[in-house]
């Protein structure tokens, strides 16, 4: 019955994405890359601070800073990543709440311009 359902709900959501126009599927679109990056820089954070309580002696002695800029690009990109394959969640909640703002204002939201990346 489940597999029913969720066939269903599929088949609805493909209907409705059919009837949105060409400007409201462009708006929806910037919504997407926006809420993307915005979860990337929210783990680039997390991870910043997970490393932050790493001491940053090993038994060699003090380590050098610029194994510190390398790690914070590694990072970078390993956040992006974990962003782009659906990581928390996070980007699907907020493409949730303001699917229907951005549909209001298709016109307005879909010439807005999303950065291609967002560095801290």
Do not use: C, N
Request: aromatic share 4%; charged share 20%.
């Amino acid at each position: 019955m489940a597999t029913i359902g969720a066939a269903a709900a599929a088949q609805t959501a493909q209907t409705a994405a059919q009837q949105l126009t060409p400007t409201q599927k462009q708006a929806l679109a910037k919504l997407h890359d926006a809420a993307t990056q915005f979860e990337g820089v929210f783990l680039q954070m997390v991870m910043s601070a997970m490393r932050d309580t790493v001491p940053k002696e090993s038994i060699f002695g003090k380590d050098d800073a610029s194994g510190d800029t390398w790690q914070g690009m590694l990072d970078q990109q390993y956040a992006q990543a974990m962003a782009k394959s659906g990581g928390l969640g996070l980007a699907q909640q907020l493409e949730r709440q303001l699917r229907a703002q951005v549909l209001g204002d298709a016109d307005r939201e879909a010439h807005t311009q999303v950065q291609g990346r967002i560095s801290l």
